[in-house]
T-cell receptor, first 113, second 115 residues
Framework: KQEVTQIPAALSVPEGENLVLNCSFTDSAIYNLQWFRQDPGKGLTSLLL?????REQTSGRLNASLDKSSGRSTLYIAASQPGDSATYLC????????????FGTGTKLQVIP | DGGITQSPKYLFRKEGQNVTLSCEQNLNHDAMYWYRQDPGQGLRLIYYSQIVNDFQKGDIAEGYSVSREKKESFPLTVTSAQKNPTAFYLC??????????????FGDGTRLSIL
């Protein structure tokens, strides 16, 4: 079964701290991995998309890495701000079948002023 | 602004009733998706459509139905056969369904509850 795991389920950090969110997947045969942000009661906003041939993607204070051999991706957030508080989900598009996307359960981040 | 519009934001269903959730996109995307989100679980795929007049079941299609008569519209009907419909429903779209660079765009969701 192709699964995506995100640990921890919740994380609380003081403002200004650099932090890393983790995403693990069970099958290295992937097309891409995407990181999303979800605010309470809202839909998902795409943050970064990493193709299977790439090792990392950067956007502003965000940097996502991908290591297919170990089945891991990390989302690094630099100089965290209270506005970064949200749930962060990763989603993996596995090869084969209809290339469906498998989502993790998310990490709920709280940045304390 | 291009995007995905879901309506209503909140919906209540009586026992034995069918309800329809609306999803409209003006992104000119070919592919559209419906997901269900429950607390503590990842998003689960209900149905997806790669092109007009075509749709396929996802992982949890039982008790749901869809149609894709227009490119921009992909309504989801929650039928009385779905015994546990209380959840947050998310509609998404992408340029196409394939392995290449095509991030999914999401609407703001509809929260369905049982009366």
């Amino acid at each position: 079964k192709q699964e995506v795991t995100q640990i921890p389920a919740a994380l609380s950090v003081p403002e200004g701290e650099n932090l890393v969110l983790n995403c693990s997947f069970t099958d290295s045969a992937i097309y891409n991995l995407q990181w999303f942000r979800q605010d309470p009661g809202k839909g998902l906003t795409s943050l970064l998309l990493i193709q299977s041939s790439q090792r990392e993607q950067t956007s502003g204070r965000l940097n996502a890495s991908l290591d297919k051999s170990s089945g891991r991706s990390t989302l690094y957030i630099a100089a965290s701000q209270p506005g970064d508080s949200a749930t962060y989900l990763c989603a993996v598009r596995y090869s084969g079948g209809y290339q469906k996307v498998t989502f993790g359960t998310g990490t709920k981040l709280q940045v304390i002023p | 602004d291009g995007g995905i519009t879901q309506s209503p934001k909140y919906l209540f269903r009586k026992e034995g009733q069918n309800v329809t959730l609306s999803c409209e996109q003006n992104l000119n995307h070919d592919a559209m998706y419906w997901y269900r989100q429950d607390p503590g679980q990842g998003l689960r795929l209900i149905y997806y459509s790669q092109i007009v007049n075509d749709f396929q079941k996802g992982d949890i299609a039982e008790g749901y139905s869809v149609s894709r008569e227009k490119k921009e519209s992909f309504p989801l009907t929650v039928t009385s056969a779905q015994k546990n419909p209380t959840a947050f429903y998310l509609c998404a779209s992408s340029t196409h369904m394939g392995p290449t660079n095509q991030p999914q765009h999401f609407g703001d969701g509809t929260r369905l509850s049982i009366l």
